[in-house]
């Protein structure tokens, strides 16, 4: 939620009926009252009449004499709300000369009260609250203390921010370093470039300069930043590997730069080369691709597969034929496997690539030479793809895959005829609740299970990531997307924590945020009255998930605010972002009582849907019935399916077995048999 949005939500504690008729009545009497009646009405035991006056105090009479006696008021109220809603109005006046009164405030025994007046420092911008507002900082009311010293300008904060940086304890050094930042202070990039500050032990203070470096490094400073990160200890310069990265892209003599980490990898520190190639890769120029090509012929093993892990990030067909050849002459079984991965990850990109043969003729190496069955299904799968682009091509190999590549040719039959009907089978992952069932396995357990019963991967949760990639990355299956949830009608408007942690860990993926929205303060499902709220939020996420290269997809939920499809159809065209979308979930639309609408919502839905979730159902009652293993339950999902193919959508498709009790394996075999039953019902 914005700071200004913080004043108003003051306002309106215990005051739901802002917009009743008895509040306007009472305001229209107070709006020629004298300045002493208005301050009296303040006391009075009507709500509407304290309203009055409070709106006339905000924004109604604006006369010099209303503002003193205002202030003086705050002495003698009472109530601890009125008072923080006083003192709130008073901040929305903006008259700097209520700032002794409000400041007085910042030391009241009511924890609202002291929250208001933080708040009207910061809005009033007064300098000499800046001593008590950091006394505040470690308290309960510090969240508020932060935003006033924020927005408050004044060289004598900079300087006192500045002390604690040096000489503060751990939690102090932290919070200087991004007060700092968010204050936007001129001197902070010079002053960040200390290597103390990355080698003092202290994790978190490391991790917050590298992110404050990340925010104020000026244009042109790439060399400087590429010198001091290489004076790190090798953890610690890994940390500003995103900083390096932006500002090569943004460098004005990018290719000189680019020779500059050629040449330091080549004759650098072996302890920097990860974050060198990682660099060069992130290039993706000519120079880069010879380096990292020829890093491919290294004795050293981890060399090889370093350079391997890199080329599968191109963004091109460039980096094809060097790891085919590197494939095709590996004797390691671990880096020739990464090698087709690579080449399968860079294939699976068509809209880079410029040369569509190039990676059907890659493809077609993957599928007859890959050591595994794993790959040589991964690549056979990612030619449907090309086949808008070059049709008549794709359908000769799938046809020479039939005939040719036993291992293949079932599938290359089954693909062929989706194809001869102008559609590419949509994928078909498992959400994570299919794989509780009781029984504790490990991510590369879960991995393995849903490679064995045929899933394409899975809808994941927001804890353990990084594992769960590794183990899907092994098995060759994918992280669709990761289900997490965010809370509107608060005091924040910007993306939260636990959803910037996420886009950290996927950033570069291609795994989609799935989002979904609750709120405590709109407690009505579907209520609009807080889209002001969602939309700028989701703009916030929208637009960090676009620099990480993500997307998002909306998940209704029945229960929570954002319930229906249609409302989040509704949300993405007011926050009207590319990498925005929806997903429909047929057992929340079944619950909702849009069991009979459903043609119509995906329609609704088609220009933004993203992923569909479907299980067996029937058409009414609890979760145990409206959400049963495929092939069961009365609801005729194969008329939705029919649908979605009606509608040309080629998008994910997920599997919902929340609640489901029993053996996951048996239960998740289950639906895959009737998921392929389902397919055969063209």
């Keep these: ?246 500002t090569l892209d943004e460098a004005a003599d990018k290719p000189a730069c680019v020779r500059r980490l050629a040449q330091t990898l080549t004759a650098g520190d072996a302890a920097y080369a990860p974050l060198l190639a990682g660099l060069l890769a992130a290039s993706q120029s000519s120079e880069a691709l010879r380096v990292l090509s020829g890093r491919l012929a290294c004795d050293d093993l981890e060399v090889r597969k370093e350079a391997m892990r890199h080329l599968g990030k191109w963004n091109s067909e460039a980096a094809l034929v060097p790891l085919v050849l590197a494939a095709r002459r590996e004797r390691d079984a671990g880096a020739q496997t990464l090698a087709w991965r690579a080449v399968i990850d860079i294939a699976n990109r068509p809209d880079k690539i410029a040369d569509f043969y190039q990676p059907l003729s890659a493809l077609q190496q993957a599928m007859w030479h890959a050591p595994r069955l794993e790959e040589k299904v991964a690549a056979l799968k990612t030619l449907p793809c090309y086949s808008p682009k070059a049709g008549e091509a794709v359908d000769a190999l799938l046809t020479k895959t039939e005939t040719e590549n036993p291992e293949l040719a079932a599938e290359a039959r089954t693909l062929r005829s989706a194809l001869l009907l102008n559609r590419a089978p949509s994928p078909f992952f498992a959400m994570d609740t299919g794989l509780r069932d009781g029984v504790v396995r490990t991510p590369a357990e879960q991995a393995r299970l849903l490679r064995e019963l045929g899933y394409a991967g899975v809808g994941w949760g927001p804890d353990q990531i990084p594992e769960m990639l590794a183990a899907l990355d092994a098995e060759g299956l994918k992280m669709f997307n990761v289900y997490v949830g965010v809370e509107i009608g608060g005091t924040n408007r910007v993306a939260p924590e636990n959803v910037l942690r996420v886009l950290g860990q996927l950033k570069g993926r291609e795994t989609t945020l799935w989002l979904y929205v609750t709120s405590k303060r709109f407690t009505k499902a579907s209520d609009e009255a807080g889209d002001a709220d969602a939309v700028a939020m989701l703009r916030d996420i929208a637009d960090r998930a676009q620099q990480a290269g993500l997307k998002v997809s909306l998940y209704p939920h029945t229960w929570f605010w954002m319930e229906r499809v249609q409302d989040a159809v509704r949300l993405v065209r007011k926050v009207n972002r590319l990498n925005l979308g929806v997903t429909f979930n047929l057992c929340h639309c079944i619950k909702v009582g849009d069991a009979g609408r459903t043609n119509e919502l995906l329609e609704q839905a088609k220009p933004y849907l993203t992923f569909v979730t479907v299980n067996g159902a029937d058409a009414e009652g609890g979760w145990d019935r409206l959400i049963q293993p495929l092939g069961q339950g009365t609801f005729d999902v194969a008329a939705v399916l029919k649908t979605l193919r009606a509608m040309d959508y080629r998008g994910p498709v997920g599997l919902q077995h929340y609640g489901i009790k029993g053996d996951s394996r048996e239960k998740l075999g289950q639906s895959m048999a009737g998921w392929r039953a389902l397919q055969a019902e063209k």
């Excluded at 109530?79 to 903006?94: D, N």
């Excluded at 080698?199 to 300069?209: E, F, I, M, P, T």
Aim: proline share 4%; with cysteine.
């Design 1 to 246: 939620m914005c700071y200004r949005t913080v004043v108003w939500a003051l306002l309106t504690v215990g005051l739901r009926l802002a917009y009743a008729q008895g509040a306007e009545s009472a305001n229209a009497k107070l709006r020629d009252a004298k300045p002493e009646a208005i301050i009296a009405a303040l006391g009075c035991g009507d709500v509407f009449t304290r309203e009055g006056a409070l709106a006339q105090i905000a924004r109604g009479n604006r006369s010099p004499e209303l503002t003193r006696l205002a202030a003086d008021a705050l002495a003698t109220v009472g109530q601890p709300g009125v008072k923080a809603q006083l003192i709130a109005v008073l901040a929305e006046r903006g008259d700097p000369s209520v700032a002794p009164a409000v400041r007085k405030a910042l030391a009241d025994s009511d924890p609202s009260v002291r929250a208001a007046a933080a708040v009207a420092c910061g809005l009033l911008k007064d300098v000499k609250a800046a001593d008590t507002l950091f006394g505040m900082l470690g308290g309960e009311q510090g969240g508020v203390a932060y935003e006033a010293l924020r927005r408050i300008p004044g060289r004598s904060i900079d300087a006192h921010l500045v002390t604690l940086l040096r000489k503060g304890e751990a939690a102090q050094r932290v919070m200087a370093v991004e007060l700092l930042s968010a204050r936007r202070y001129d001197g902070l990039f010079p002053l960040l470039l200390d290597k103390r500050l990355f080698v003092s032990g202290d994790a978190a203070l490391a991790k917050a300069v590298a992110g404050a470096i990340r925010s104020c490094t000026p244009s042109g400073c790439f060399e400087k930043l590429l010198a001091f990160a290489l004076s790190l200890p090798a953890p610690s310069a890994e940390l500003l590997v995103g900083t390096l990265s932006v």
